[in-house]
């Protein structure tokens, strides 16, 4: 998720709403990941938007994007089943390599992908 000072971006709150749509769909947890520094309040507010849980990675190092510090973290710290990234100059960043790391981690294990049960539009 995006934050915006002390407030999540109104894109992050969009991507919660359509989440949270999906999580219901399928019996999944809606899990916000919110990395940056001095963040911890951002996590009630995620909550509040219809996160069942959030995960919160705090350091300075995530004060400013950068695509390595943040991608590495987030395949560290949740399994998803499915990840939604808004359309911003980070979210295009970022979600074609975290795209490249999964299907490279997938293939490393012998994993076999599943027919897509969502159609793309």
């Known amino acids: 998720m995006y ?10 709150l969009e991507l919660l709403n359509a989440g949270r749509k999906l999580a219901d769909q399928t ?4 899990v916000g990941v919110i990395l940056g520094e001095n963040i911890a309040g951002l ?12 995960v919160i990675a705090e ?7 950068t695509t390595g510090a943040y991608l590495n973290q987030l395949i560290r ?6 990840v939604l ?7 295009k960043d970022l979600a074609p390599r975290l795209a490249q790391r999964v299907t490279d981690i997938f293939e490393r294990v012998g994993g076999v992908w599943p027919e897509c ?5």
Not at 27 to 30: C, E, H, N
Not at 43 to 54: E, F, I, N, S
């Open 77 to 82: 710290k949740v399994e998803p089943q499915a």
């Open 27 to 30: 019996g999944d947890p809606l």
């Open 117 to 121: 049960p969502f159609s793309p539009g």
């Open 59 to 65: 350091d300075a190092k995530f004060a400013e994007y």
């Open 85 to 91: 990234i808004g359309n911003t100059a980070v979210g």
């Open 43 to 54: 996590a009630a507010q995620a909550a509040h938007y219809g996160a069942d849980k959030v």
């Open 3 to 12: 934050r915006f000072c002390i407030e999540l971006y109104p894109v992050s």
